[in-house]
């Protein structure tokens, strides 16, 4: 296999570690994974999941389904929501404060820890696909046509951002309150210094649609997309490194990746269709396709609350509980 080209000098150290992610022997997330699927008590196809701890969680999804455990997903609760738009995608701020999004410009948000939901008025009706909180005040949502909608005050009312798209974007992430990134097709990511309100594009040389895109700090992050595709940057999204992984003999085509979740800085997780796990422990220099055969469903939503405990959602009602060590 070639060495990556290096353009430029600034390139140099980013194209390095290209060379050594490239070649370094998959062997260091070798430790045991276990899978167990748990009792969701919906056929509802969960389009996101979302743990503050290893007991507290929610998951969302069609048919406005939104689900409640407080003892880690060995019970789950339907809680009302009051629609049955689809949702999807959620977060909690807190123990107590979460919100949730779907079609038709649809907000929801809880302040009894998912208990009851009531809505909220956005001012869009355009689908909602992500939404990110670092504290119960400040928060983003993105969606069709280039929508970023941020609060400043818990949703009681939204601001339009400028994204400078009409691309949809299907993902947001923030590491502080100034510094964020989302994410969507057409190999589209955005990057924010100072808070969303200026945007600007970021070149990662790829038509890909970005399904989902996580920051470990300011300057380390991933995005993941359809037919297999996986960037790193190293710089803040000033370069992005194509990691895509190869189709294997078995491989007929490249699989969609629809969510990257890295729960410190070294201990990273991917899933996506067809019950696809990859999982890195050194910060994502070799990334291990995890043998299971606990579903084929795919897997449309991932959360770490810590490196040990895990838990995938998706088709069919399907709640993945993954153990690692």
């Not at 167990?36 to 389904?65: N, P």
């Not at 400078?164 to 990057?191: C, M, Q, R, W």
């Amino acid at each position: 296999m070639p060495l990556p080209a290096c353009p430029s000098f600034p390139a140099l150290a980013a194209c390095i570690i290209s060379a050594l992610l490239v070649f370094r022997p998959a062997a260091s997330a070798a430790e045991p994974v276990k899978t167990v699927l748990q009792k969701s008590g919906t056929d509802s196809t969960l389009m996101a999941i979302h743990f503050r701890d290893a007991k507290l969680g929610w998951a969302v999804g069609t048919g406005g389904t939104i689900l409640r455990t407080v003892d880690g997903g060995k019970r789950w609760k339907a809680a009302g929501s009051g629609t049955k738009t689809q949702l999807a995608s959620l977060y909690f701020a807190d123990p107590s404060h979460g919100w949730a999004v779907g079609a038709n410009g649809t907000i929801l948000h809880s302040s009894n820890g998912g208990e009851t939901w009531t809505p909220q008025d956005g001012g869009t009706q355009s689908a909602l696909y992500g939404v990110f909180f670092l504290t119960p005040a400040q928060g983003w949502i993105v969606g069709a046509a280039g929508t970023i909608l941020q609060t400043d005050d818990g949703g009681r009312h939204w601001q339009d951002q400028v994204s400078g798209t009409n691309a949809t974007l299907y993902a947001v992430h923030f590491v502080d309150p100034e510094h964020g990134k989302a994410a969507g097709a057409l190999g589209t990511i955005l990057s924010t210094e100072n808070g969303g309100r200026t945007w600007t594009v970021q070149d990662a040389q790829s038509s890909a649609t970005f399904f989902d895109i996580f920051f470990t700090d300011p300057q380390n992050g991933w995005a993941v997309g359809n037919a297999g595709a996986m960037f790193q940057t190293l710089t803040g999204g000033a370069q992005w490194i194509d990691r895509t992984l190869p189709c294997g003999g078995s491989c007929s085509r490249l699989t969609d990746l629809l969510r990257v979740r890295f729960s410190d800085a070294r201990s990273g997780w991917v899933v996506g269709e067809r019950g696809t796990i990859f999982r890195t422990t050194d910060s994502g220099f070799t990334w291990v396709q995890q043998d299971h055969a606990a579903t084929k469903a795919s897997l449309f939503g991932l959360t770490f609350p810590d490196p040990g405990h895990g838990w995938a959602s998706g088709e069919r009602g399907t709640v993945l509980q993954i153990t690692a060590q």
